[in-house]
């Protein structure tokens, strides 16, 4: 066998303007397509997480593909890194393609696979493709990372050139997959999942939501926000294309991608944001972190009606929308006095859009701890936000039907009291902290 390319699919799950698949199609060399259902991943999550069933599912689209032009993926389970020592001993690998990921685990993971490939001769090659900017792209003028949003955003946009946004246009060079009848694609219940109930939002968003998304994104009841992240996550659509789109329609769409990009180079430059915050002070806040009311909270049974509309929306659909993701963080941290890591874990769980640096980030934000972070004393009214975004109760009667009878709960705290005592902890530690 003459020596190939492999080209390795992670979050980047199409075949259209994929600069490392462009890259390793014009090398010359078949590219053979693997894709690897990583145990390091999959035994975290439970048997029905809709993920797994979305990735599964784009999986199988994209073998049709590849079918088209002649070829197959490679599709195993297991650890990745014995995967390709296996993977090594059937084929002549010449090299190995793919876009870079940038969370903690994927770097270790990528460095051990490209020491492998060293050791066989074979090159380990990786590209930018999920942002347009990369960790060390946009900086100041000392060179150092931004922790604010805008003058980050401000950097951001006057480093933008077309070139940032050309397309990786791989069909010219479908004749260069490696030739193969198509090969055995596991299925959901031998990766030991389940199919979901839960719908995938379409790939595409109508040009009339973006125009319009400055203007409506805030009122939860109107279907007026783009509900592409779980798309982004997946690399199932290009961010150079929504980019170019956004420059067109709306600059606070636009903003909002980039926000995305800020929050990843956070995770990358500032990776203790994993595990604690962001700013090391607020690491002494007493949490009260009671655990009943934490389950109050999660089954969106507070009493607050917006708050428990975000959280049922969230749990029997895997979407919450963004002003209620704010709202239910500011109601967990500061209400409740509950730690935001429980929160994060939670919406970890849950949301089909599940991302660890925006998710990280807006938990931050909202507890105060974070970078660009809402200050602590800024404490959302849960009924005001009611009166503000949704006062005709038209989002908070789909989701609490029991909203306005006797079967729906008198709120659980009382937010004067609430906001009066998490400014008195909040204080009281970060004065503590600064006095030592």
């Not at 689209?61 to 590849?66: E, G, N, P, S």
């Not at 479908?174 to 790939?203: D, R, V």
Request: net charge positive; proline share 7%; hydrophobic share 40%.
């Amino acid at each position: 066998m003459n020596a190939i390319t492999v080209f390795w699919f992670r979050r980047d799950l199409r075949l259209g303007d994929n600069t490392g698949l462009y890259h390793a199609l014009r090398t010359g060399r078949p590219v053979l397509p693997i894709f690897i259902f990583d145990e390091e991943i999959l035994e975290e999550l439970p048997t029905k997480d809709a993920r797994v069933a979305f990735i599964h599912k784009q999986i199988l689209l994209l073998q049709q593909q590849l079918q088209g032009a002649g070829s197959s993926m490679i599709v195993r389970i297991g650890r990745p890194l014995e995967v390709w020592k296996e993977l090594f001993t059937q084929y002549p690998i010449h090299a190995i393609y793919t876009n870079r990921d940038y969370e903690p685990y994927a770097i270790q993971r990528d460095a051990e696979v490209a020491a492998l490939a060293r050791q066989h001769g074979a090159q380990f090659r990786s590209f930018k493709d999920q942002v347009t900017f990369e960790l060390n792209e946009v900086v100041s003028q000392a060179g150092t990372p931004y922790t604010v949003f805008t003058p980050y955003k401000n950097k951001w946009k006057s480093l933008l050139t077309p070139a940032h946004l050309s397309v990786y246009d791989t069909a010219p060079f479908k004749g260069c997959f490696y030739p193969s009848s198509a090969l055995p694609i596991p299925s959901l219940k031998a990766l030991g999942f389940e199919e979901s109930h839960l719908p995938f939002p379409p790939q595409s968003v109508d040009n009339e939501v973006i125009r319009h998304y400055d203007e409506r994104r805030d009122i939860p009841s109107l279907d007026a926000t783009s509900r592409l992240g779980i798309h982004l996550r997946f690399g199932t659509i290009s961010i150079r294309q929504l980019v170019k789109k956004a420059m067109s329609l709306n600059e606070t769409f636009l903003n909002e991608l980039i926000w995305r990009e800020f929050y990843m180079q956070i995770l990358g430059q500032f990776p203790h944001v994993i595990n604690g915050p962001f700013k090391p002070a607020y690491g002494a806040i007493p949490w009260r972190n009671d655990q009943a009311d934490f389950e109050k909270w999660k089954a969106g049974k507070t009493g607050f009606p917006l708050v428990d509309a975000g959280m049922r929306q969230l749990n029997a659909t895997g979407f919450m929308h963004n002003r209620l993701r704010m709202l239910t963080a500011s109601f967990l941290t500061k209400h409740l006095l509950i730690n935001w890591q429980w929160g994060e874990a939670y919406f970890a769980e849950k949301l089909l859009d599940y991302e660890l640096s925006s998710n990280n980030g807006g938990w931050q934000w909202a507890a105060g701890c974070g970078t660009d972070a809402a200050p602590y004393f800024r404490i959302f009214n849960p009924e005001s936000q009611l009166k503000k975004f949704d006062p005709k109760a038209v989002f908070v009667k789909k989701w609490v039907p029991e909203y306005g009878t006797p079967a729906y709960p008198a709120p659980m705290v009382n937010h004067k009291m609430a906001r009066e005592r998490c400014l008195e902890v909040y204080k009281t530690a970060l004065n503590g902290v600064r006095n030592l």
